[in-house]
């Protein structure tokens, strides 16, 4: 633990303004809190408080995660909570307690200032609207604690605890569309035993979150889609509503998919044929080249799950010759994705055999929907796929000779802005695709900007990764859009 000199004190001030509990209190109130306490920097494992210890200083986080926890019988650990944004810590214990009865552990490197207990209890006592906000503070606690004894998580999925968490973690309301960014700040197996699941139900939950297009996992950063949560119905107007999870659905045998939940399948051969040419390029130009490796054994995997789930749908012989086609297809690919390839143009050309064969089995795919809808899905997946392909082929630019990358990049950019006109033109009168369309139309500006060259980026890899990362951006957005699309392709 260790106490910074010289400007100290407006340090103190500058962090307790930023804990809602504190941030409308007088200067000189700020200024009293400050020169009470003092600021702690301290190490992931550091422990706050022990249960028993005399309560002389009360905690306030200003960055960094802890855990507080009680220990029961036999040392089972009971978590209370996990704590991620500015606040006061342990309210209850400050205002009801002369001992800590809890332990605090911190989880995450965290900056926390510890104030002197007598000093915050006067000032409560003689401040009106600082007792009122700490009133609402405890009434926020009381509640939660009322929420877990109520059992309302008895009923309700691992996914939907996870979503809980997650929205929780993220302020509580989320925008229409576009996403929300959270970073879960411990590991997943402390917030796993915060949401009372065990670590290997809480993988399971998380990455049936992410089949559903609801989230995208990287490490410890979760995007929410907020569209995709909201419950898309065909030909509804009224006011959108959370997806929830309380009870399993019914599982459902493959050939039950509907128009589509197929022409997504298909088509997301076509975005991961493309995903894996750009893994496989950022190795070759040395960009993250082990992530890129390891990205390239994961893609090759999720398209061989999926090749195997289409294989395994009731077919006929048309569509079942499509799907060979794929196969055939995917051989001489993944043999040019292997490590110890290194011909650019190999990669480049076997991937657009790839697209192609994908592209016929996911147009097969919507002729056999036959709704407005399914042509949107399949409209709406193609533009998935050209974000990636655009990112493909300017990552490949300076790797394979030969080739108008530059008009390949031109063509794919017009089609992806026809696309989208046509989307925005036909779309449904559902306040989510509107709006989550128009997050398209920003993200996809966001990439041309990355595309074209600026003297603030001046060596390649710069810009390469700014692509990559936009491109990344952009495929969120549209997968999104594919997902509400699919959803109005079932029946009532």
Known sequence: MTEPHGRRRSAQRDFLS?????????????????????????????????????????????????????????????????????????????????????????????????????VLRRMVREDLGFSGRVVEALA?????????????????????????????????????????TVELGAKKKIVAERIGMTPEAFSRSLRELADKGLIVVERN??????????????????????????????????????????????????VLSQRLAIAWALAAHGIGATDARAQLRQLSAELERALARLQAIRMGAEPAALLAAVGRAWA???????????????????????????????????????????????VAGRNRMLSQRIVKLFLFADLATGCDIAALIERSAAEFEANLAELLRDGRALPEVVAQLDEVAKQWRRLLGALAPSVDRPRRSQQARLVTAEGKRLLRCVDTVVKLYERLTREP
Do not use: W
């Not at 309302?152 to 929300?180: F, K, M, N, S, W």
């Not at 290194?342 to 480049?348: F, H, K």
């Open 140 to 180: 926020h606690s009381l509640h939660a604690v009322e929420f877990d004894v109520a059992g309302h998580h008895a009923g309700l999925t691992g996914a939907q605890r996870i979503l809980d968490y997650l929205v929780e973690l993220a302020g509580g309301e989320l925008p229409l569309a576009g996403e929300t």
């Open 332 to 378: 001489p690919y993944r043999a040019a994705l292997s490590p110890e390839e290194s011909e650019a143009a190999r990669t480049l050309e076997t991937s657009e055999d790839f697209l192609a064969a994908a592209d016929a089995l996911t147009a097969y795919a919507e002729r056999m929907g036959g709704l407005q809808s399914a042509h949107h899905v399949n």
């Open 221 to 270: 950063r979760i995007h929410i889609q907020n569209a995709a949560l909201l419950d898309t119905n065909a030909g509804a107007a009224s006011e959108p509503r959370r997806l929830s999870f309380a009870r399993k659905l019914r599982g459902r045998e493959d050939g039950e998919l509907s128009p589509g939940e197929r022409i997504n399948l298909a088509g997301r051969l076509r």
């Open 18 to 118: 930023r804990c809602a509990l504190f941030s409308s209190l007088r200067a000189e109130q700020l200024d009293e809190l400050a020169a009470s306490g003092r600021i702690l920097e301290l190490p992931a494992h550091a422990v706050l408080h022990r249960p028993g210890e005399p309560l002389r200083q009360a905690f306030v986080l200003c960055s960094g995660s802890v855990l507080r926890y009680r220990l029961l019988a036999g040392e089972v650990r009971k978590v209370i909570e996990l704590v991620h944004r500015p606040q006061l810590l342990a309210p209850g214990e400050v205002f009801g307690a002369r001992e800590h009865e809890s332990v605090c552990e911190v989880v995450a490197p965290a900056i926390v200032i510890a104030l002197d207990v007598r």
